[in-house]
């Protein structure tokens, strides 16, 4: 029986994983941003953090995520202030009740401004494969294009048992 009183710190760059089964880190991770909807934004600003609710989509290698905000927004003023974001996915609304059943990653990057950028037509078809319903939303003159490059995603399952994974890392 396993104690689940500490948590499990797990680096994936020297290939430790748990002791019982292999894991594939990318799939679960990939499972989570490709099956979800919905993420939370972290923001900061003001000395204070914000959280926001975000529709993305994320890109097949896992090192870009897109979003998109009005202009007018507190998100975006945050975001034009500072460029750090992180990023939180999780399956709690889709399997069954219990700490044990959850996954949740939390995603680590910089965010960028692609408005009249060569980029913005690959990632806002990007947003719109994923969601349709945005496809007015996302090419509004009075929205702005995100994108996240992605530093690092940890991910926790099991309610402890946390890996760290690289997208940049072969």
Excluded at 25 to 32: E, Q, R, V
Excluded at 68 to 80: A, E, I, Q, V, W
Excluded at 113 to 138: M, Q, R
């Amino acid at each position: 029986m396993k104690k689940f009183d500490e948590p499990m710190c797990v680096d994936n760059s020297k290939d430790t994983f748990c002791q019982d089964e292999d894991i594939d880190i990318k799939g679960k991770i990939s499972k989570l941003v490709f099956n979800q909807p919905f993420a939370v934004l972290s923001t900061q600003g003001h000395g204070q953090p914000y959280a926001s609710i975000i529709s993305f989509a994320c890109s097949s290698d896992l090192k870009n995520i897109v979003f998109s905000t009005p202009f007018n927004t507190r998100k975006y003023g945050l975001l034009s202030e500072s460029n750090k974001v992180a990023l939180f996915i999780d399956n709690r609304s889709s399997v069954p009740p219990g700490l044990n059943n959850v996954s949740g990653v939390t995603i680590t990057g910089k965010s960028k401004i692609l408005n009249n950028s060569p980029e913005f037509e690959k990632c806002v078809d990007l947003l719109i494969n994923k969601h349709p319903n945005l496809d007015l939303f996302a090419k509004s003159p009075s929205n702005a294009l995100i994108l996240v490059e992605v530093y690092r995603y940890f991910l926790v399952r099991r309610f402890q048992e946390v890996f760290e994974w690289n997208p940049h890392q072969k």
